[in-house]
């Protein structure tokens, strides 16, 4: 990681700006010093330092709604610090999603996080993990998976029960992204062809 330059305000603080790592929505915007940034770095619950209250403050210390981090990213000149997180609960004092009033709702982000979870998952190869297993089966099983569940959800449309209706979806969606990972085509390349076919 690229080291932040603390220096370059006479208050050693650098914004810092709050990202859900799931739907890419702006959260809120904070400053860290040198010690906050480490706090946080180690405990991986995001902690600034309160320019209202002359300390250090872990988001969520007293509400209960911590910023849980996922990953830190430093701009392009060092004084700028981009953190992706998993809020847990309301972010803003005022109970709203985000410090910008709007709702953490877009739930469609959730897919390209999802498609980076099933690319990690096919890299460790762990014992434990349903997907890896998948992918240690080939091809040939990862298509057969995405056939049974398509079938699932023609049985279930035909039916009135939607929340089974919506698993099944779920479960087809999901095999489909782990299709396209097994043949290192990306959910990019796909969503092109039926943007060439909008227009």
């Known amino acids: 990681m690229t080291n932040i330059d603390f220096t370059k305000s006479a208050d050693g603080l650098v914004p810092v700006i709050v990202q ?5 929505k702006v959260l809120m915007l904070g400053y860290m010093n040198q010690e906050a940034f480490n706090k946080t770095t180690t405990e991986k619950v995001v902690t600034f330092y309160s ?4 300390r250090l403050w872990t988001k969520g210390e007293t509400s209960g709604h911590f910023l849980h981090v996922k990953s830190v990213q430093i701009d392009c000149d060092q004084d700028t610090i981009l953190i992706k997180a998993q809020p847990q ?5 005022t109970g709203a999603d985000t410090c910008f009033g709007e709702k953490n709702d877009d739930n469609l982000q959730f897919i390209s996080y999802l498609c980076d979870t099933i690319h990690a998952r096919r890299l460790e190869n762990a014992k434990e ?3 890896a297993h998948l992918f240690r089966k080939g091809i040939n099983k990862i298509a057969q998976k995405v056939g049974e569940e398509a079938v699932e959800v023609v049985i279930e449309a035909k039916d009135s029960n939607d929340d089974l209706f919506k698993a099944e979806a779920a479960d087809l969606l999901f095999h489909y992204l782990v299709l396209l990972e097994a043949k290192n085509i990306p959910l990019a ?3 092109d062809v039926l943007k060439s076919r909008h227009q």
Not at 89 to 93: D, M, R, S
Request: glycine share 10%; hydrophobic share 30%.
């Open 89 to 93: 609960g309301a972010v803003c004092h």
């Open 189 to 191: 390349d796909v969503i």
């Open 51 to 54: 320019r209202s209250k002359q």
């Open 129 to 131: 993990s349903y997907t």
């Open 20 to 24: 859900d790592f799931a739907s890419g």
